[in-house]
């Protein structure tokens, strides 16, 4: 692939979540970076200030799981799909790009990932008076029953006129989906692959 690097041998890279499609932070790859990346299956950049190869997350630990490698049109500029674990930013922010100026139609759709990850973490780190976490302790019985309750809410909710009735119940209904994924271990990202699939 005849890859584009400027006039100092670098081609912007883009981090994106694979899950969530959140952008989360723009970096710099030389040619050895991109090999590394390939090679390893982590993300590696190179550093324009330092002058040198850096591997993401080597001294915090917030490393770059590479899922996918894509190009732009041009091949100036390469996307990496990327599973984050932990922080993106150095500033403690899991993405870069916190800075709002306007709030993006759609936002709100990518927000279920942010709630996963919540969710992820009631999982592996329970608090106590946390009805999520009370939900993993009580175990599947109790979270599929919730599901159930929860349907049969949005399903009454339907028949009636009232919006906001209906959307109060679905986001009830999603948060307790959310639960049931987490604890069997299935993730949206293995949901949206599969509806990607019949669709295509």
């Given at each position: 692939?005849?890859?584009?690097?400027?006039?100092?041998?670098?081609?912007?890279?883009?981090?994106?979540?694979?899950?969530?499609?959140?952008?989360?932070?723009?970096?710099?790859?030389?040619?050895?970076?991109?090999?590394?990346?390939?090679?390893?299956?982590?993300?590696?950049?190179?550093?324009?200030?330092?002058?040198?190869?850096?591997?993401?997350?080597?001294?915090?630990?917030?490393?770059?799981?590479?899922?996918?490698?894509?190009?732009?049109?041009?091949?100036?500029?390469?996307?990496?799909?990327?599973?984050?674990?932990?922080?993106?930013?150095?500033?403690?922010?899991?993405?870069?790009?916190?800075?709002?100026?306007?709030?993006?139609?759609?936002?709100?759709?990518?927000?279920?990932?942010?709630?996963?990850?919540?969710?992820?973490?009631?999982?592996?780190h329970p608090e106590?008076?946390?009805?999520?976490?009370?939900?993993?302790?009580?175990?599947?019985?109790?979270?599929?029953?919730?599901?159930?309750?929860?349907?049969?809410?949005?399903?009454?909710?339907?028949?009636?006129d009232k919006k906001?009735?209906?959307?109060?119940?679905?986001?009830?209904?999603?948060?307790?989906?959310?639960?049931?994924?987490?604890?069997?271990?299935?993730?949206?990202?293995?949901?949206?692959?599969?509806?990607?699939?019949?669709?295509?």
């Open positions: 692939m005849d890859i584009k690097f400027d006039e100092r041998g670098l081609i912007c890279a883009i981090a994106q979540d694979a899950e969530s499609g959140d952008v989360l932070m723009q970096a710099y790859m030389n040619e050895e970076a991109l090999q590394k990346t390939l090679e390893t299956g982590y993300a590696h950049y190179w550093s324009r200030s330092r002058k040198c190869l850096w591997k993401k997350g080597e001294t915090s630990g917030h490393v770059q799981k590479v899922k996918g490698i894509t190009f732009d049109c041009d091949k100036d500029c390469v996307l990496l799909s990327i599973e984050q674990t932990g922080a993106a930013c150095h500033t403690g922010s899991r993405s870069c790009f916190f800075n709002v100026e306007k709030e993006e139609e759609g936002a709100g759709v990518r927000f279920l990932s942010e709630l996963a990850r919540v969710i992820d973490d009631r999982k592996q106590e008076g946390s009805y999520t976490s009370y939900l993993f302790e009580k175990g599947i019985d109790k979270i599929a029953k919730k599901m159930g309750e929860e349907a049969v809410e949005t399903v009454i909710a339907s028949k009636n906001e009735e209906l959307v109060g119940e679905v986001a009830d209904l999603l948060y307790h989906l959310l639960v049931l994924l987490r604890e069997k271990e299935v993730t949206l990202f293995d949901v949206c692959s599969e509806l990607k699939a019949r669709h295509s």
